[in-house]
């Protein structure tokens, strides 16, 4: 069975009407969660190289804007440049069965093409819930093998982007099957650069939002794409993946929404840090330990923690920091919060920091590995310097849809993310929050931001 024209179907037929209120508000969060991380970005290398990019390569104007320097340009150097900057702080969201971060490339393409086509917040939030749904279903279609050494984000990410602008597009079926096969065909994205820290990742966030565009514009203009591009003999699955899935493609389609089940990210951090980072800080708390006090941690994890995570041994950046375990339970450990300033100010000039780094080491734990995607389970095994042994286990890390963040916590995130690049006065922030809590409402968004 085919299982990709009854995506493209659910895709056609999705309406506004059709949305429960429960999807409706955690678009909107999820959109006020992007727009942080996009507004933070901004500044920060590689951010400018895309600016300087678009400046030179884009148009001299247009209805759609860069958020990290407020331009105007066409659809697509929006959709680029917001791509890089949103995906840079490491605060977007993430979707924990799929391996995929929605909302850097979702929204960065579906904003970009609904400013340049006007269209109004509905329809945004329609668009945003169509490229949630197929690109996580796509992600978790792809499996765990595909993630081994592709980056999901950029490569389903393409498709999850050329989706969104689809429906803003008001594609039938044959075009979304066609769609999917141009943006399938473009998808790509290689881990290799975690070793180097590279600025790939940024270039993966940027190039899918951007292609997604590109797929969209040129089907509707009437380019034809793969028709079974997902599942056929020399398609995605076959060229990426050793244990694909095809049901899930189609699996609950208009019954669940996988957009609720996607995560906040509370720490500054690679999301694989996240459930070590509870488990040792709720640890630490309850023991009443200081980083002195620890001689040895183990934190458990699911292979694909080591398998990104493993690469990186001594951070030379600050965006690497952030995919280095021993930094993050350093930062957790001395000053109990791994949060932007703590990255940007400490994790790599903090002699004590780098310290505790040595003491950590990650251990595959098979239970752990098997409940992974699905869940993202912590556990930490703590060795006291005074030879106690002492353990924590967390199964829902902050920010996970059973330990999700509320909008008051939503909106803090969100100030402290403004303030952190000083885009903002903290009234700006209060008056975009208001906006995204009415995004529903809004008639046109050129004048968002």
């Known amino acids: 069975m085919n299982h990709t024209p009854a995506l493209a179907a659910f895709l056609a037929d999705l309406s506004y009407p059709q949305l429960p209120e429960a ?3 955690r678009t909107e969060e999820l959109f006020l969660d992007w727009l942080g991380s996009a507004l933070a970005g901004a500044g920060a290398h590689p951010v400018p190289l895309f600016e300087r990019y678009a400046e030179r390569m884009g148009p001299a104007g247009g209805d759609a804007r860069i958020l990290a320097n407020g331009r105007a340009t066409s659809a697509y150097f929006a959709a680029l440049v917001n791509g890089a900057s949103s995906h840079l702080v490491e605060q977007d969201d993430l979707h924990n069965s799929s391996v995929l971060h929605p909302g850097t ?4 393409a579906a904003l970009a093409a609904a400013q340049a086509l006007d269209a109004s917040g509905q329809q945004l939030i329609v668009a945003a819930v169509a490229g949630y749904e197929a690109g996580i279903r796509i992600g978790e279609f ?6 081994r050494t592709f980056h999901t984000t950029a490569t389903v990410g393409t498709l999850a982007a050329a989706v969104a602008v689809g429906k803003l597009l008001g594609f039938d079926q044959g075009q979304f099957v066609h769609l999917l096969g141009s943006a399938g065909t473009q998808a790509a994205g290689l881990w290799e650069f975690l070793r180097d820290a590279a600025d790939s990742k940024q ?21 034809t794409g793969a028709q079974n591009i997902l599942e056929g003999e020399q398609g995605l699955a076959a060229g990426m993946s050793q244990d694909a899935t095809p049901a899930k493609l189609s699996s609950q389609l208009g019954e669940r929404w996988a957009l609720l089940e996607t ?8 999301r694989h840090t996240h459930p070590a980072a509870d488990a040792l800080l709720r640890l630490m708390q309850r023991e009443g330990l200081g980083h002195e006090q620890v001689a040895s941690v183990v934190a458990h994890v699911h292979q694909a923690a080591i398998d990104v995570l ?6 030379s950046t600050v965006h690497q920091a952030k995919f280095s375990m021993g930094t993050v339970l350093g930062l957790i450990a001395v000053h109990g ?3 932007l300033l703590e990255f940007r100010d400490l994790a790599l000039s903090d002699p004590r920091v780098a310290a505790f780094r040595e003491k950590v080491s990650m251990q595959l734990c098979p239970r752990i590995d098997a409940a992974y995607p699905a869940q993202w389970l912590g556990r930490v095994s703590v060795v006291s310097t005074d030879g106690r042994q002492l353990e924590c286990a967390i199964d829902d890390p902050k920010g996970d849809p059973n330990n999700t963040l509320s909008r008051p916590e939503l909106e803090a995130k969100f100030q402290r993310l403004l303030a952190f690049a000083g885009q903002r006065s903290p009234a700006q922030a209060e008056a975009l929050i208001a906006q995204a809590w009415q995004l529903r409402q809004a008639r046109s968004l050129r004048e968002l931001v």
């Not at 792809?142 to 993630?147: A, E, P, Q, T």
């Not at 995560?263 to 690679?270: G, M």
């Open 337 to 339: 919060s791994a949060q």
């Open 310 to 315: 493993g690469r990186v041994q001594v951070p």
């Open 23 to 25: 999807v409706l508000d």
């Open 105 to 108: 490339v979702v929204f960065s």
């Open 142 to 147: 792809m499996g765990r093998s595909h993630y």
């Open 203 to 223: 270039l993966h966030s940027a190039k899918a939002a951007a292609d997604g565009v590109l797929a969209a514009y040129l089907t509707a203009d009437g380019l």
């Open 263 to 270: 995560s906040f990210k509370f720490h500054a951090s690679c």
